[in-house]
């Protein structure tokens, strides 16, 4: 079955059969479809379901899904007789159709998230249905000169097309069910970063994507996503939390009967400044009393399950206590002294008093009791320990940590014999706060490996590599700031591996990436939380039990299979919220709105507020009132709820007629019971009709205009600090499409932030060209609703780019820049520079310059000169690049991305502007038009990315991390580029690279330089993607690639790690 490339172009598309004549069916088209106008297919796929039984799936390039049946001649199953062309149901244009044998329909979108399906049923008795039948027979009854008729030309006619196939209106999803989806961020418009929520740590991006109907705005935050699955208050503020798992025989022989070696935990116990609270955790989770054998009236500094028969330690101030078969044994404190930290295992512990001294515990497998195996004097008071997980196979932990408050971290030895020796110690740059020792599964399958982490008091982590066998710490530990505050560590497992929990000004998690070779750290997106620890149970297999002020709250990481990024490796670590947009986003800017009185020009400064303003148009399409008026339901769900309703309504009434009315007041009673039982039961039905609402949701493409020229577009008014709530929604007149937006402060306004917006009536692209362009004033009205101020109506061409510049306004008009001052009616003309290349497509200003990026001639520099009241060029760049978005970096240099997927930094030279000023007054005897008189800009950096690069900016993502050029791409990559600090780095990096252009593998067989030079010579930029493949090399090429560098594989792992740090 092999559709004819050329006729798939057309209304009716055949499909030639082997033993078959010519078969030509008409394909269902939408009511409101111009009958001039024919259906595109774009994708097709054939299903096999047995051995003579096969159907295709054809989608249209509105989105609409058909299915194709052929039948076959009863006497022989070879010869096709006909076809049958039935609506599936409208999905989301794609590239393919993917259908798979449980029944599943995977749509890789074109633009948007990628959307998986489940078929309800695949026989379309009552879907809109063509045959081929009815289109032979049409032809053959024909009467308007058949003998003059050819068939080709009878069915080439998109006008024949619409009178023979059946019309439909596209409505929610009837056959297919949405299951799950992908997202997908292509494609990108643009980009803007800055922590513009008001309660976070960190900022969020913020991109504009999609296209059409699906069209999303969306908020991107650097960390794993996080479910809170349960929060309570306490009676205080807690100083620590703990889980104990059930170390019960019982709960030990349930485990092994369900092969499920974890334990779940038992209790948590949270600690008070002179009190200790202990929760039973079960079904529910209570409170329990002196039943549990805690003491009650002191904090608790460590605790831990001791054994397997179900004893319990618990260590506080004044001594450790030994909970076993419900009696306490209790070891005391020498004299007047207090433990000051502790920390135990389910075999060990060890404690700290005042002064310096440790103490180590462990447990006796004979007798069951915990005794005092070893004292002894580190020489400085001690502020944090850990004494280790116990490894599978083994009964203790080898080593213990411990922290002293003369910034020294020591690794003491537990094996039988050496108790208590010092193995190493390193400095550290701050007081340690916590310490946690932990087993990570080693490189290439290898041997565990111990880790070490230590949180500082400075709001920075620690983590180095500990020698299992001798205990030495690594000489190159790895450092990261985390927050303001000290930071907390704890071990949690999460995907069924070790990790480690940080807290600080935000919550982090450390865990190794074996895949990659590398350790990733990500950011929990939670508010900040105090203590913490891990959490596992029936129901919750990989939890954390955390406390933020008076609340203690159980959470959940969000892994892959949740459908949000996890922590898996840094390009996982972000999780996003979208909202839906009713176009094409073009830009999007930031305004300080603020309230004002009696409609004065004067704002508070002190009572701003942060709005993003977006832009959205749709070129062939009609806008929203105008759908309105033909019929057209983008949601398409009111008929589906409406007759839901009735059937409801019509069921109730059968009930109510099969009641018969002797018996109504014996039946009273129970009305009234089943009254409040179905009270609840439409609460619940509320939430799955929701679900079912979601589930059949589909995103319909509107009417298809008959002519060029239609444009549907407004302007969106959104609250970043509400979850980017759409505060106003401004509809634009008929075929006005609004494509830049900028916020403009007029020094005649007082300051007051002004949306400007430049728009373009009856703009058709190819040939380009509008009917009136504008530039459009808004206000808004306490940062809730824009207000219209005035409109101006230019000339020369669309308005493609605006930006503020000295308290005016600077516009890109076609080939011309001009200068506005605002005015009572409308914007009042200043100066302007014409004979530009082609046309404006970005802006940028600062001080007297104005970087403008033309869209086929690269960037031009201009200067304003007040006194003379004019703009000049001051430079251009030789090289022709088609500009697609722009980054000022300094005065004098900016950083450009053009269609060809480049992106390059230019700079202006050292004294080009110095003739830009007319001072003597004579400029114009001597100016000259000549290309070669005017000063090239100097390219500093070139580096092919392989994709359109549609927006950049400059920030900063984490707290105390350097500024990067962050950029977003047509088809949803977001990249950075991370400036060097020192020439030690760019030589260390370009060595690297050049060893991984020999050594690293190349699934594509491209030679990575000639890729990075596809369009013009690398220069000044390293590949990062490159650089970050050593970590997947072999233990020996990492060694061999080391060697050659004059490093070790360690450093040059800290070194990736630390770069990657100062970014994310």
């Given at each position: 079955m092999k559709p004819c490339?050329?006729?798939?172009?057309?209304?009716?598309?055949?499909?030639?059969?082997?033993?078959?004549?010519?078969?030509?069916?008409?394909?269902?088209?939408?009511?409101?479809?111009?009958?001039?106008?024919?259906?595109?297919?774009?994708?097709?796929?054939?299903?096999?379901?047995?051995?003579?039984?096969?159907?295709?799936?054809?989608?249209?390039?509105?989105?609409?899904?058909?299915?194709?049946?052929?039948?076959?001649?009863?006497?022989?199953?070879?010869?096709?007789?006909?076809?049958?062309?039935?609506?599936?149901?409208?999905?989301p244009p794609g590239n393919a159709l993917n259908i798979s044998k449980s029944g599943m329909l995977f749509l890789p979108a074109e633009f948007g998230n990628h959307v998986l399906y489940q078929f309800e049923r695949i026989d379309l008795e009552d879907a809109p249905t063509c045959t081929s039948e009815e289109a032979t027979a049409a032809y053959l009854d024909d009467e308007s000169n058949p003998k003059i008729w050819e068939e080709a030309k009878f069915y080439a006619s998109s006008e024949r097309a619409s009178k023979l196939a059946c019309s439909f209106t596209p409505t929610m999803l009837q056959n297919l069910r949405k299951i799950y989806e992908l997202d997908n961020l292509a494609p990108a418009t643009s980009i803007l970063v800055g922590e513009l929520a008001g309660n976070e740590v960190s900022p969020q991006i913020y991109t504009l994507n999609g296209r059409g109907p699906r069209s999303t705005l969306r908020i991107l935050r650097h960390g794993a996503a996080v479910t809170e699955l349960a929060v309570s208050d306490l009676p205080g503020i807690p100083g620590a939390v703990y889980t104990i798992q059930d170390n019960t025989e019982e709960a030990m022989a349930k485990r092994k009967n369900k092969k499920n070696s974890r334990a779940y935990d038992k209790y948590i116990v949270v600690s008070f400044a002179d009190a200790t609270l202990v929760l039973s955790v079960g079904d529910t989770v209570e409170e329990m009393g002196k039943e549990s054998g805690f003491l009650t009236n002191a904090p608790t500094l460590a605790c831990s399950a001791l054994g397997h028969d179900g004893g319990i330690c618990q260590v506080h101030p004044a001594g450790v206590r030994h909970i076993h078969k419900g009696r306490a044994k209790q070891w005391h404190c020498p004299g007047l002294k207090r433990i000051e930290c502790a920390s135990a295992n389910e075999s060990q512990v060890i404690i700290a008093l005042a002064g310096g001294e440790v103490i180590y515990f462990e447990l006796d497998p004979i007798?069951?009791?915990?005794?005092?195996?070893?004292?002894?004097?580190?020489?400085?008071?001690?502020?944090?320990?850990?004494?280790?997980?116990?490894?599978?196979?083994?009964?203790?932990?080898?080593?213990?940590?411990?922290?002293?408050?003369?910034?020294?971290?020591?690794?003491?030895?537990?094996?039988?014999?050496?108790?208590?020796?010092?193995?190493?110690?390193?400095?550290?740059?701050?007081?340690?706060?916590?310490?946690a020792l932990q087993y990570v599964p080693g490189s290439d399958g290898g041997a565990d490996e111990a880790i070490l982490t230590v949180g500082l008091d400075d709001g920075s982590s620690l983590r180095a590599g500990v020698d299992p066998v001798t205990g030495a710490i690594s000489s190159s530990p790895a450092k990261r700031f985390l927050g303001a505050r000290p930071v907390s560590v704890s071990r949690i497992t999460l995907e069924s591996g070790p990790a480690t929990l940080l807290l600080s000004s935000r919550p982090w998690i450390s865990r190794p990436d074996v895949a990659g070779g590398t350790h990733v750290t990500a950011p929990l997106s939670y508010a900040p939380l105090d203590h913490g620890c891990s959490f596992t149970s029936e129901a919750i297999r990989e939890g954390i039990v955390a406390t933020a002020g008076t609340t203690l709250r159980i959470l959940s990481v969000e892994g892959e299979g949740g459908g949000s990024a996890g922590v898996g490796s840094e390009e996982e670590a972000f999780n996003s919220n979208k909202v839906s947009l009713r176009y094409t986003p073009r830009q999007m800017c930031l305004l300080a709105a603020g309230s004002s009185a009696g409609g004065a020009a004067t704002v508070d400064p002190n009572n701003k507020k942060l709005v993003l303003a977006v832009v959205e148009s749709d070129y062939n399409d009609f806008g929203e009132e105008e759908k309105k008026a033909m019929g057209f339901d983008a949601t398409a769900s009111s008929a589906k709820s409406g007759s839901k309703k009735k059937e409801k309504k019509g069921d109730d009434d059968d009930m109510a007629m099969d009641v018969d009315s002797d018996e109504e007041e014996d039946k009273k009673e129970d009305k009234e019971k089943e009254k409040k039982e179905d009270e609840?039961?439409?609460?619940?039905?509320?939430?799955?009709?929701?679900?079912?609402?979601?589930?059949?949701?589909?995103?319909?493409?509107?009417?298809?205009?008959?002519?060029?020229?239609?444009?549907?577009?407004?302007?969106?008014?959104?609250?970043?600090?509400?979850?980017?709530?759409?505060?106003?929604?401004?509809?634009?007149?008929?075929?006005?499409?609004a494509l830049c937006c900028a916020a403009v402060r007029f020094h005649s306004r007082g300051g007051e932030a002004l949306l400007a917006v430049g728009t373009v009536t009856g703009m058709t692209m190819n040939p380009l060209r509008c009917s009136a362009s504008h530039v459009v004033l808004y206000r808004v009205v306490n940062g809730e609703r824009l207000q219209l101020l005035h409109r101006t109506k230019v000339d020369d061409g669309p308005v493609l780019a605006l930006v503020h510049f000295q308290g005016r306004l600077l516009v890109g008009i076609g080939r011309t820049l001009r200068l506005y001052e605002m005015g009572k009616r409308q914007l009042l003309r200043k100066c302007e520079l014409r004979g530009l290349p082609t046309y404006v497509k970005t802006l940028q200003a600062a001080g007297d310059r104005a970087y403008v990026g033309d869209m086929l001639q690269s960037m031009q520099f201009v200067r304003y000169d007040s006194t003379a009241n004019r703009l000049v060029l001051v430079a251009n760049d030789r090289t022709p690049r088609p500009i697609t978005c722009q980054e000022l970096l300094d005065l004098n240099t900016v950083a450009v991305g053009d269609k060809f997927g480049n992106v390059s930094v230019l700079r202006l030279p050292r004294g080009a502007d110095a003739a830009a000023v007319d001072t003597s007054g004579t400029r114009a005897l001597w100016d000259s038009s000549r290309e070669d008189s005017t000063p090239k800009l100097e390219t500093l950096c070139h580096y092919h990315i392989g994709e359109v690069v549609t927006g950049m900016t400059r920030a900063s993502l984490v707290a105390g991390g350097a500024e990067s050029l962050i950029y977003v791409t047509v088809t949803g990559r977001i990249g950075a580029l991370v400036p060097f600090a020192s020439r030690d780095d760019v030589d260390f990096y370009t060595r690297l690279e050049g060893c991984l252009r020999t050594d690293a593998s190349r699934p594509t067989g491209r030679e990575p330089q000639a890729y990075r030079s596809y369009y013009a010579p690398v220069k000044h930029v390293v590949d990062g993607d490159l650089c970050e493949n050593y970590g997947k090399l072999t233990h020996d090429e990492q060694k061999k690639i080391a060697e050659r560098l004059d490093r070790t594989v360690g450093e040059i792992v800290k070194k990736l790690e630390d770069t990657r740090n100062a970014l994310l």
């Open positions: 490339q050329h006729l798939l172009k057309v209304s009716l598309p055949p499909i030639r059969i082997k033993k078959a004549t010519k078969i030509i069916c008409a394909i269902p088209r939408r009511k409101l479809h111009p009958a001039h106008k024919g259906v595109l297919v774009t994708t097709i796929t054939v299903h096999r379901q047995k051995k003579s039984k096969f159907f295709a799936l054809a989608q249209s390039e509105l989105g609409d899904v058909y299915k194709i049946t052929l039948t076959l001649d009863p006497s022989d199953k070879t010869v096709v007789r006909g076809m049958i062309v039935s609506l599936l149901d409208t999905l007798s069951g009791n915990l005794t005092e195996s070893k004292t002894k004097d580190v020489g400085a008071d001690v502020c944090s320990l850990d004494v280790g997980t116990v490894q599978e196979g083994r009964s203790r932990s080898m080593f213990a940590c411990v922290g002293c408050r003369d910034q020294t971290m020591r690794v003491v030895s537990l094996a039988p014999g050496k108790l208590l020796d010092q193995k190493s110690s390193a400095a550290l740059p701050a007081r340690p706060h916590s310490v609840e039961d439409e609460d619940e039905e509320d939430e799955e009709d929701e679900d079912e609402k979601e589930a059949r949701a589909t995103p319909i493409r509107g009417p298809v205009p008959p002519t060029p020229g239609h444009w549907g577009s407004c302007i969106r008014l959104v609250d970043p600090a509400d979850s980017c709530s759409t505060l106003d929604c401004m509809e634009m007149g008929r075929n006005e499409a």
